[in-house]
């Protein structure tokens, strides 16, 4: 945020906006987050399951709760600090994710 305000200050012609720069950072630490909770995801997927696989469809289904309960976890403990109605969009867009990650294990329990 710092560095977008001087920036700012330093460019002819503008002036500097702390709202603006903190919008900014926001913006970019909760799209930096949303990234990281899905590595955390897939590690999580990827950790639990190396060698259980093949496995059953309740272990994939195990596994995929707690990889998405720890995904979710390190995005709000990532964004603390942030109120809710301004990550709302980023949790959506997380939810909508994971979604299509259940999608795709939904297709393997059903080939299995």
Same mark, same amino acid.
């Given at each position: 945020?710092?560095?977008?305000?001087?920036?700012?200050?330093?460019?002819?012609?503008?002036?500097? &906006?702390? *709202?603006?720069?903190?919008?900014?950072? @926001?913006?970019?630490?909760? =799209?930096?987050?949303?990234?990281? !909770?899905?590595?955390?995801?897939?590690?999580?997927?990827?950790?639990?399951?190396?060698?259980?696989?093949?496995?059953? &469809?309740? *272990?994939?289904?195990?596994?995929?709760? @707690?990889?998405?309960?720890? =995904?979710?976890?390190?995005?709000? !403990?990532?964004?603390?600090?942030?109120?809710?109605?301004?990550?709302?969009?980023?949790?959506?867009?997380?939810?909508?994710?994971?979604?299509?990650?259940?999608?795709?294990?939904?297709?393997?329990?059903?080939?299995?």
């Amino acid at each position: 945020m710092v560095e977008q305000y001087v920036l700012a200050i330093n460019t002819p012609g503008v002036i500097p &906006n702390v *709202q603006n720069a903190w919008d900014s950072f @926001v913006e970019a630490k909760c =799209s930096d987050t949303l990234k990281d !909770a899905l590595d955390v995801y897939e590690v999580a997927m990827t950790t639990q399951l190396e060698n259980e696989v093949p496995c059953d &469809n309740d *272990q994939l289904r195990r596994s995929h709760d @707690v990889a998405l309960q720890n =995904s979710e976890n390190h995005f709000m !403990a990532d964004t603390a600090g942030i109120s809710i109605n301004t990550i709302e969009k980023y949790l959506k867009k997380l939810k909508v994710r994971y979604k299509k990650k259940e999608s795709k294990i939904q297709i393997v329990i059903r080939v299995a």
